[in-house]
């Protein structure tokens, strides 16, 4: 009995992380509207119009709308690749409640994944203030993508590199590993609970950051890129071949940013 409890409300566990993605993507589809060019957007990314030649405006609102679509954008893109880690703590915190006769797993489970997404919703924060340097540096164009085949070429490169560095490596360790992170790391309680969905959050950041700084080159705005890159982050974390196809992945970056460069 005390199993098939286990699996039910596992169950209802993985039925919101499923409905969170979904909202999240959404509010992406709907965010990137309809209009094929910027004087016709009819998302919620973008003011409804924009006299030719001028860009949009850096006021609050403005601030606030460009944090909300990098902070959404980070929900759908890096939840599917984390629901097997809280899947998981979520599984353990509740057989910890049953055997300790508690009822702290639905605070605790909860308290995980804000944590987790904490962090990214930091990550947004910074996103955004790159944002807003690459367009006065009018290094952008209105769609959010470079306009530098340079730029782009060395975003290329960098992430690149850093797919074959020792901290890239760890970090992909840990999040490829969820029972081995959780044995190390548990901590009990609803301030545990957070402490741990921070610390993963921040082994996530540290191997996914530079490949979210991508979304510069190929389009903030592009839904085929974003869907591109959150395909390419859970097979690398999920599937048995992640390691390799990250070596792989380093490849192809290096190549196609020098190719850029040389062209340019």
């Given at each position: 009995m005390l199993e098939a409890l286990i699996r039910r409300?596992?169950?209802?566990?993985?039925?919101?992380?499923?409905?969170?993605?979904?909202?999240?993507w959404l509010a992406l589809l709907a965010g990137a509207g309809t209009g094929m060019s910027v004087t016709?957007?009819?998302?919620?990314?973008?003011?409804?119009?924009?006299?030719?030649?001028?860009?949009?405006?850096?006021?609050?609102?403005?601030?606030?709308?460009?944090?909300?679509?990098?902070?959404?954008m980070m929900v759908a893109m890096m939840l599917p690749s984390a629901?097997?880690?809280?899947?998981?703590?979520?599984?353990?915190v509740r057989q910890a409640d049953a055997q300790a006769d508690t009822v702290e797993a639905p605070s605790c489970i909860a308290a995980?994944?804000?944590?987790?997404?904490?962090?990214?919703?930091?990550?947004?924060?910074?996103?955004?203030?790159?944002q807003f340097a690459l367009e006065r540096a009018e290094l952008m164009t209105i769609m959010m993508n470079s306009r530098s085949a340079t730029l782009s070429g060395a975003l290329l490169i960098s992430a690149g590199v850093y797919q074959l560095t020792p901290l890239k490596s760890a970090c992909l360790k840990h999040c490829r590993s969820p029972a081995t992170y959780l044995a190390e790391h548990w901590r009990p309680g609803t301030?545990?609970?957070?402490?741990?969905?921070?610390?993963?959050?921040?082994?996530c950041v540290g191997c996914c950051a530079v490949l979210m700084l991508l979304l510069f080159v190929g389009g903030v705005?592009?839904?085929?890129?974003?869907?591109?890159?959150s395909l390419f982050v859970a097979l690398e974390k999920l599937?048995?071949?992640?390691?390799?196809?990250?070596?792989?992945?380093?490849?192809?970056l290096i190549a196609g940013g020098a190719a850029l460069i040389i062209a340019a």
């Open positions: 409300e596992n169950a209802v566990v993985a039925g919101a992380l499923f409905a969170l993605i979904i909202l999240a016709a957007m009819s998302g919620w990314w973008l003011p409804m119009s924009l006299p030719a030649g001028e860009s949009w405006p850096w006021n609050a609102y403005y601030w606030a709308i460009a944090f909300v679509m990098w902070a959404v629901a097997p880690m809280i899947l998981l703590y979520a599984r353990v995980f994944a804000g944590g987790y997404l904490t962090l990214w919703i930091l990550f947004s924060v910074l996103a955004v203030v790159l301030a545990g609970a957070w402490r741990m969905g921070l610390e993963h959050g921040a082994y705005m592009n839904l085929i890129w974003i869907a591109g890159l599937a048995p071949f992640g390691v390799g196809l990250a070596g792989a992945l380093s490849i192809i």
